[in-house]
């Protein structure tokens, strides 16, 4: 696997910008004027209590929403509304909170499926499943056997996903955002309903694939000790609106964000 | 014991994603389709003409629904209607370019069913389920309509029916009134061949996969850059191609001839069963739906009076005809109770039982 190289945006750089973005449901407010970047290279955690409109966050970067107000600017260029498949093609990968594979599957099928949208070859090959159709197809498998060796699920290449165990399946779904060669990786608790074990080999992965690839990652997460340990800096929302963001240090000690998350005593 | 995968090998990506990958598998697959070429000469002419060649064109109906609804998982009520766009066309092409073989403008016709297809498969994007088969039960009515109240599609003919021309391959009539159940056969049996030999390549490569993953979650499908208008276009097209040829078939080949009406709704819903009970996503399960819907009632209707008479019992052909249905309508619910996912499944068990014989796993 490579680093997707784009020389115009070396680490460090601001990849992606929210700027004052809100999003309302009618007369719901889900995000109030939350302003963040995630810069290139780094492991970006959102955090916040529950409701506080971290996925809602996540489903206006990938153009699930459109912000009603506001403006999200990618590789410096502002967004304008777009489908989700857009943004996909644009270098935005995603995992859900809930899995959302496709169940009826394998595991080569699905991370495969994530090489969709980089496979070329036209309608009347595939129909006849040789020369490019094929030749591609081979090229794809061998990416896609680098992902499985890389994310240690080989003994369940073959398997139909609907019947993996959580972990394994968390673990298919990262591989199959991988398969699409993401330049942001959007993370919906990766480690929600996991035991330390397979917490600590999901960690590992995910800092594999930052350092390894310098993919830039953005994650939601709940676990605290999780979340400080592997991100460079943290935001962190409350009722949809950004109350600190910085480093894990300076966030940990921030007296609101030790409010929100503990109580404030009256 | 002699069906194993011990002892085979794969060594590059193309063995291993072969659509076939067990030796067993490929020389059953050969034998079966030999068979079904030695049926021909060794067949008679009720065999060949109300068994077999009614089962290839409903089996062919069938791929191109399960292409729709069970790899892509839209429900459609118009392959009648799209069956009617084939024969049709079918009959407008052959009759206005006589000269044309009339194989190519059985093939061809399916495009226009395809062009149809698409054209009513455009509300996909924004219902699905059960509403959306009722959107193409518009297809269905609206289509049957044209059928009906268009002179032009049947060349102003006053009967209003489609009827076969004489049309021969090679000197020998294929088509028609002089055309042997054997010849029909023969084209009916290589047209089917050969449109399955391409769907399962479909379905195996990237759209095929595009296909189930729009099916199985299209939120993280389109989150995939996976276009979800273009891949349920592409599956309207062609599954209506599929059922357009079956409707050029069904009329021209093995009806010999017929009016509006054998593509109406009933239709549909015949092909829709066919799917379910074959297997919503399974090539081999269209085969084993036609077969379950179509040859059972006629095998029933043979073997049931020969299975009574030794008793003594003797029985009107009304009571055959009231015991096959209910036999019929026994051995459907039987199935779907047993195995939901369709006799595709079963056979999918079924083989993977025999592979680890005599041990349970």
Known sequence: MRAPDNPVFAKGDVLLAVDNVSLGFGGVKALTDVSFDIRKGEIRAIIGPNGAGKTSMLNCINGFYYPTEGRITFKGVKRPKMRPHEAARGGIARTFQNVALFKSMSTLDNIMAGRSIKMRSNFFWQLFRHGPAMKEEVEHRRFVEEIIDFLEIQHIRKAPVG????????????????????????????????????????????????????????LIEHDMGVVMDLSDRVVVLEYGRKIADGTPQEVKSDKRVIDAYLGVAH | MLYREAGQFKTSYVADSAIFPLRQDRIGLGLIIVAAYALAFIGNSFLLQAVMIPFLVFSLASIGLNILTGYTGLLSLGTGAFMGVGAYACYKLMTAFPEVNVIVWILMSGFFSAAIGALFGLPSLRIKGFYLAVATLAAQFFLQWCFIRIPWLVNYNVSGALDAPLRTLFGTPIMGPNATPQTRYLVVLTIVILLTWLASNLVHGRIGRMWIAIRDMDLAAELMGIRPLQTKLLAFAVSSYYCGVAGALLVFLWYGGAEYDVFNINQSFFILFMVIIGGLGSLIGSFFGAALIFILPIVLGIVLPAMLSPFGISVGADVIEHLRFMIVGALIIFFLIVEPHGLARLWQIGKQKLLVWPFPY
Request: no cysteine; net charge negative.
């Open chain 1, 163 to 218: 019947k993996l165990p959580y972990g394994l399946q968390k673990r298919v779904e990262l591989g199959r955002a991988l398969a699409m060669e993401p330049e942001l990786l959007l993370l919906d608790e990766p480690m929600a309903g996991m035991n330390l074990e397979e917490k600590e080999d999901m960690s590992r992965f995910i800092l594999e694939v930052n350092q390894q690839y310098g993919t830039t990652i953005a």
